[in-house]
């Protein structure tokens, strides 16, 4: 079967080397997600192991429509049979980019009536809408006139990994957390800090890479399982086998904040989903953090001044050039930020730049690179050493 995974916006090609890992096939990269060929299998660790997809899909139908009527048309005339009895229960989740179709809830209205009136024409009883729990979940993505149905797999968003359990004012996606510790290269054993760590998504999910755990093992259920094709064995053996390749990571990870109340947060989160003794959690302004060992990797996520709102945005974007630069000496630091001036104001050539999105906020994620010494040669004098480089 073709499936198709869920991301962000610039992970796409974090994804695909995730999917060759679990053994996918045919992997092709396309806006937003990734295509793969897959068993049975490969869809039950797709759920469960992928840290940057947000969804897995399976493609069924494909149909042009401009009217309410041709839409209707299309999707009853499609056999759902095979998917679903008409004792079961189904909810639709529509997508819609399309100037014959303007209302995302009138569209699923529509396919919903399709797919039920099909059931009543043949059996005589309509299946029900249960929108927390359905047997089906049923994606619909509109563009333009071409429509495209798919079966949810995922049920919840694959993103909500369970440690999540309190709000907090400004928190970072899951997924876009764990896809920024792949992108930075870290390999799990040196050093890793969050120094604005806010509720502690970032160091949960380099502490569940460093530990080997699937990101989405103690998730209670996904959509596949209320599936009529569902193989309980074979979802346990593949669960087994992901609890037997979690390790100790070597690698020491430190998450710090300000706020209290966050470092609470964090600190319950952990503890709850089984990582507080992988991390250590402390109360501490940006300013006194200090690098936890040699050659780390350092990931934040400071304020954007956009949802939190801070009146000296410059001054702290400057005070984190300083910092990365009298303290972190040896480190690769990476920075997200909506702010491109703010980023300027590090003061910091970036090693490299990512464009990724935080919601719906276009945000640049950037490495600044701490060399011990400056890559640049003073041909009188030899290499100049302790030289941060910046700009």
Not at 45 to 55: C, G, I, Q
Not at 77 to 85: F, Q
Not at 218 to 238: C, H, S
Not at 323 to 341: L, M
Request: some cysteine.
């Amino acid at each position: 079967m073709n499936l198709v995974a869920k991301t962000f916006h610039g992970l796409e090609e974090v994804l695909a080397k995730e999917l060759e890992a679990i053994g996918a096939r045919n992997i092709k990269i396309l806006k937003r997600a990734v295509s793969f060929d897959s068993n049975k299998e490969t869809l039950y660790k797709s759920n469960l192991y992928l840290r940057t997809a947000l969804r897995i899909l399976q493609p069924l139908t494909t149909f042009t429509a401009r009217t309410e009527t041709e839409l209707y048309d299309k999707v009853k005339a499609y056999n759902w049979a095979p998917y679903m009895r008409n004792d079961q229960t189904l909810a639709i989740d529509a997508v819609v980019f399309s100037r014959f179709f303007t209302h995302s809830k009138y569209v699923a209205l529509r396919v919903k009536d399709g797919i039920c009136d099909q059931f009543r024409d043949s059996t005589g009883i309509r299946p029900s809408v249960n929108l927390h729990r359905p047997t089906l979940m049923i994606n619909v993505h509109v563009a333009e006139d071409k429509f495209t149905l798919s079966l949810d797999s995922s049920g919840e968003p694959l993103n909500r990994r369970g440690y999540r359990t309190k709000d907090h004012p400004a928190p970072i996606n899951e997924a876009l957390a764990a896809g920024m510790v792949m992108l930075s290269g870290w390999d799990g054993k040196s050093p890793f800090m969050d120094p604005m760590c806010g509720s502690g998504t970032i160091v949960m999910e380099a502490a569940m890479i460093a530990a080997k755990m699937a990101p989405n093992l103690k998730r209670e259920e996904f959509g596949f399982q209320r599936w009529n094709n569902y193989d309980p064995e074979l979802w346990a053996q593949i669960v087994k086998e992901a609890k037997e390749q979690i390790v100790q990571p070597e690698a020491r990870i430190t998450g710090s904040d300000i706020d209290l109340r966050s470092i609470d947060v964090a600190r319950q989160s952990a503890l709850d989903f089984g990582l507080k003794q992988f991390i250590n959690f402390s109360k501490m302004p940006f300013v006194e953090a200090i690098p936890i060992g040699k050659n780390g990797v350092l990931i934040m996520n400071p304020p954007y001044d956009e949802r939190l709102k801070n009146s000296e945005i410059a001054k702290l974007y400057m005070e984190i050039g300083s910092q990365f630069k009298h303290k972190f000496t040896g480190w690769d630091a990476w920075v997200i930020s909506s702010n491109s001036e703010a980023l300027k104001l590090v003061g910091l050539k970036p090693a490299e730049k990512h464009t990724l999105y935080n919601g719906a906020l276009e945000c640049r994620f950037q490495k600044f690179s701490m060399y011990e010494g400056s890559k640049k040669i003073n041909r009188s004098n030899g290499p100049r050493r302790n030289m941060p480089k910046d700009v």
